[in-house]
């Protein structure tokens, strides 16, 4: 088996520098655009045999050093009560939005994982098909960002209703949060105990709160989810987005591997972490639709930056974007081996 | 006339820190929101008593020290050649975006005055009105904010055809980025020229491009920019929205004085920016929800981080939220007078 992202992980040394990318399995695969013809997005999330062929098909397309399992990060919270619909227009939304006290005093805990059933029967389809090639990452949205979406009902631009109740009912925000976090905790783990070999966080609105409310709001859930993750001994990688005035904190919060969004360059980010973690990143994704030979150079300049950190696992500095042509794709895997070989 | 902003931009000593506040001409001032149930927004921004009106409502109300006219970005790069409309959901946007090579072509830089009379008209009531009281902030979008808003047509989430010309199409791109520099030029130049005292360039969509592809796309044309209105002999506040990871690069920039944003400790940006520039931010707008005593409490934290620029102007880190009491942000004024004194 290819375990060079794992190794990467956990700072130990590597022949190349390990690549993946955000979004891999996404629309602009050819596999996952055919199928998403024929169904639609939460049909293909909630069909285990669907999502695993779409979460293998960059493995083999590609030549990545890792697979992160298909799926949507709005999903996790359904069986907690809230009622998932979905638009052509504008993605994953809830038809009952989180707005008050009372509405999350009735969101549950779930004790069982009847509701994610078809998640974990996903991961092991995976796990089986995966063995002896490369590692799955399972993975989950952080607190903060299934309290945004569960607030403000869908992505939002703004977050007004996330920052009003954070500034305005702090408690009730804590309540979500402390419920979100522990329902979280279980879901990751079931996703190790079923054969995920990473684990990853995203907090997609982490740069919602600057340094001073990003300790007060949301260090504290991201520690203690981690903490519960322990058990599981998979290595964990916390990708905080836009929240690059927040280095410090994500150093100390747990995770084996900090995810470095494009916003940042790497060199600096590498030195505000130090040693003690890993980094994740971070190429600019628009740099797919250059061409061969730029890729290679904009390859190169970010493995140069990552020779510094304890490991670096090459990755976008986001998801790969709508529209991106597979052969460049390929060739910045291919870039990212070449060049960190030599 | 209290000149104590003024001074803070230029680093001169100051008896109290100075504040205003990004969107304090905005809806939720009570006039303002009354006006605008009378008429729609662009009739407001294109009628300069109205629009007059509107800018002057917090000096009195507040207490501000500054006042910034009233308008929207978008109105600029009308006389370029673009159709302007406004929808109630999802504010204004343009019915013929810019996408090719040939829509860039097409794009005029007036060389009058006329279209944009109207705001001259604006700032030189203003100029009147503000007499022997405080000065007039004039302002515009940075070439990048308005090229985003002229590509993708309107607000946008994800850049994504923005993101596109610049990689798949940079010399179309440095073209549109050209005309709108220069449009954009003559356009602060004769808001000073009518009585702007203080000059602020609204890069909105800054944090878009990472330090590497900043240096390349953006900062050329900020610099050129801000040379171009040093004959104004006015303070140029450049605010880059986002942009954490590209401080040094916007103390290079030119400006008197660097905006800073929530995201960052205004402490930390205040050391990476050195004491060539002042600074001006960057208390978590939605602080405003908060009581009366936590808003003094936070003021507090940014006048102590702020002592160390060599001047500071006190802001919030983006604009007042909409539902602000106003009774809030007069105590958020007052804390900040009252405590810089001490």
Redesign the interface.
């Given at each position: 088996m290819n375990d060079t992202f794992l190794r990467a992980c956990r700072g130990e040394p590597v022949d190349y520098t390990p690549v993946w990318m955000m979004r891999q399995a996404g629309r602009f695969m050819p596999r996952f655009a055919a199928i998403l013809k024929k169904m639609d997005f939460l049909t293909m999330c909630r069909t285990p045999e669907i999502a695993a062929e779409v979460t293998l098909e960059p493995v083999d397309a590609l030549g990545v050093d890792a697979a992160i399992l298909f799926s949507d990060i709005t999903t996790t919270v359904v069986p907690m009560g809230m009622d998932l619909k979905y638009a052509d227009s504008n993605g994953p939304y809830f038809s009952n939005p989180v707005r008050t006290e009372a509405d999350v005093g009735r969101l549950v805990v779930p004790q069982d994982d009847e509701g994610l059933m078809y998640v974990y029967d996903t991961v092991r389809i995976l796990a089986r098909e995966l063995a002896g090639r490369v590692p799955l990452i399972g993975f989950a949205g952080s607190p903060l960002a299934m309290a945004s979406f569960m607030i403000e009902g869908a992505?939002s631009?703004n977050y007004?209703g996330l920052?009003?109740m954070?500034?305005?009912n702090p408690a009730t925000f804590e309540l979500l949060m402390d419920k979100i976090r522990r329902h979280t905790a279980r879901y990751l783990c079931a996703q190790a105990k079923a054969g995920a070999q990473a684990l990853m966080l995203f907090d997609s609105f982490a740069?919602v709160?600057?340094?001073?409310?990003f300790r007060e709001f949301n260090l504290p859930h991201v520690r203690r989810l981690i903490q519960d993750l322990e058990g599981t001994g998979v290595p964990i990688i916390y990708f905080g987005l836009?929240?690059?005035?927040c280095l410090d904190q994500m150093r100390d919060c747990g995770a084996d591997v900090i995810g470095i969004?494009?916003?940042?360059?790497l060199g600096?980010a590498i030195r505000a972490l130090g040693n003690g973690v890993s980094v994740q990143g971070?190429l600019?994704?628009?740099?797919l639709?250059?061409d061969r030979d730029q890729i290679g150079r904009r390859v190169g300049?970010v493995l140069e930056q990552g020779k510094t950190a304890r490991g670096h696992i090459f990755n976008l500095?986001h998801g790969v974007?709508?529209?991106t042509p597979v052969d460049n794709a390929k060739a910045l895997v291919d870039a990212v081996h070449d060049q960190s070989r030599s």
């Open positions: 992505m631009r007004t920052r009003r954070i500034f305005s740069g709160l600057g340094p001073r409310d836009g929240a690059g005035g969004d494009a916003g940042l360059d600096v971070n600019e994704p628009y740099v639709f250059q300049e500095g974007p709508p529209g």
